[in-house]
């Protein structure tokens, strides 16, 4: 798979990228477009369709609660006249059972007195005479004395008789005089006959029903089932305070999921004034596999277009491709007659400048023997001012340096010559550290007040091979040339250092030790094209009479010769470095080792 990517690249015409990413891109640009139109599609039609769940599940509850409502009032009828002692003596008993038995929706129903016991029950057995239920909630919701008449929904409790579970609706029983006198006229059902009911409407086995009161009492649930313990809403439950905050006829969705996991909805609608609510939850997956069945298509579609793209494309490359091939063999031989011209100016150009080159040794060696003429007469005065005693010491040291620099200059003009007769200069090993203050006191005094060269060796510098002379003058004009590039002013920096070189195959110099000569300036720079002709003979950026351009020249020359090279890096605005890579002496380099 590496080489893929460049092997496809190859592979399309230029020009043709963009039409084969549109080939792709557009199919599934409008495929993204219809998947997202049919989910809010789908999700729409899922929560309408829930929501009418919950409005059917809703009326039916009522409609059990309103038949729990008929079963307290017909009670309630029954004994309103009566007193306590009458209730307990009279036929409400069999008129109790006989209700239940003619509505199968109430489990039963009875009348507890205000002492919390039973006084009429339509169970087959009446729960023990001292047996008190003053402790359950919905006698506990109507106390002696109050004033509170709407029915009561209690919480899932199992019988004390039979065991059953069961949820109790209560109302206070009303005396004669109209009024509360503490006792309560209870009826109750079962959770199994509202999950039934759930189980009959459920769109598979995934999907939820609960009966919860305000307080997250669960009373009936699909599809676990309720068990006395155990059926209350977590406090955390995000649907519990939906709940809370839901009003009367009001429904609420909530959303939770995703495409990838599933969809799930979940619907809230309150019953009546009882303080209930019906909460329906769907399957996770029903969203999902709706969207998937209504994608199908658009994804075939989508694959058809891309294909049918794909395929115009390829053939309207293969086209190009072969007009490009025809055109490309019309025009070679043309090519080449151009390259061949070009080859022909080039060597034309360099033939030029070889008998530029060779004109300038003949005039250098002419200028170089008059010169040197002048260079003998002032080094005859300057040796007379150092021998004489009667000088004063600066004198005699002024005119050791005049010596010195006469010295080289006679060495210049000789080299001079011998490149005008194409011999080799005199070489041999040159100490570096002498170097260095040779051209430190040389050049140091004559930058001038606003440069200043400064000279830093790393530890002891082994000897290179060469003519000491031809390095200082290297160095010489180098540093001249930083001083030049930095009209403001500033710091030269002329470093040396040692440095191994490794083997490299693309390297122009064999693995070793080198010594490595810097010259530093914070001058204007030069760009890609300056810095790609630097190196010419005869190529400078000076002012007409200020420079040869032959510096740089003279200086790879001495760096290629004794083996080693030279290296431009350059910047705009930020300067100019210039390094001498020179290979160590093979004595320095035995003595190392």
Known sequence: ??????????????????????????????????????????????????????????????????????????????????????????????????????????????????????????????PPPGLSFADRDYVRAFPVGTERRATFVGEVIASRIDGRVQVHLSRPRLGPENSPDGGVITSAFTPEQFERFFSAVAETDSTGFKLVRSDGMVLACYPDAVTTTGNHLSPDDPVLAAVRGLG????????????????????????????????????????????????????????????LLLTLTARAQHRTRQERADLLSRTTTAEEGRALAQERADLEAQLRQTEKVAALGQLAAGVAHDFNNLLQTLLLHAEMLQQRPENPPHVRSSAAVM?????????????????????????????????????QVLVGRSLGGRHRLVVSA????????????????????????????????????????????????????????YLRLSVRDTGHGMDEATLARAGEAFFTTKERGKGTGLGLSMARGFAERAGGTLTLVSQPGIGTTVTLLLPVSAEARSGVS
């Open 248 to 307: 009367p006829g009001e429904t609420r969705v909530l959303r939770s999921g995703s495409l990838l996991s599933g969809l799930q909805l979940t619907v809230l609608r309150q019953v009546g004034d009882y303080g209930l609510f019906v909460i329906h939850s769907t399957d996770p997956l029903v969203v999902r596999t709706n969207w998937l069945h209504q994608m199908t298509p658009a994804a075939l579609g989508a694959m058809a277009a891309m294909l």
């Open 403 to 439: 010596v010195k620099a006469c010295l080289r200059g006679t060495d210049l003009t000789r080299r001079m010559l011998d490149h005008a007769r194409r011999d080799e200069p005199a070489s041999g090993e040159i100490n570096i550290e002498a170097a260095l203050h040779s051209v």
């Open 1 to 126: 798979m590496r080489g893929f990517g460049p092997r496809l690249r190859a592979l399309i015409v230029p020009g043709f990228g963009r039409l084969w990413a549109g080939s792709v891109a557009v199919p599934l640009a409008c495929l993204a477009a219809a998947g997202w139109w049919y989910w809010v599609d789908v999700t729409r039609s899922q929560v309408g369709e829930a929501q009418r769940t919950v409005d059917m599940v809703q009326e039916q509850t009522m409609r059990a609660l309103e038949t729990q409502e008929a079963a307290l009032q017909a009670l309630q009828a029954y004994v309103h006249d009566m007193s306590w002692q009458q209730i307990r003596d009279s036929a409400a008993r069999d008129f109790a059972r006989r209700l239940v038995a003619a509505t199968p929706s109430v489990a039963n129903a009875g009348i507890i007195d205000p002492e919390g016991h039973v006084a009429v029950s339509s169970e087959p057995v009446l």
């Open 458 to 513: 790393a530890g002891a510098l082994p000897r290179v091979q060469g003519s000491p002379a031809e390095l200082e003058s290297v160095l010489i004009n180098l540093v001249v040339n930083a001083r030049d590039a930095m009209a403001a002013g500033g710091d030269i920096a002329l470093e040396a250092s040692t440095e191994q070189v490794d083997g490299d195959p693309l390297s122009e110099i064999q693995p070793g030790r």
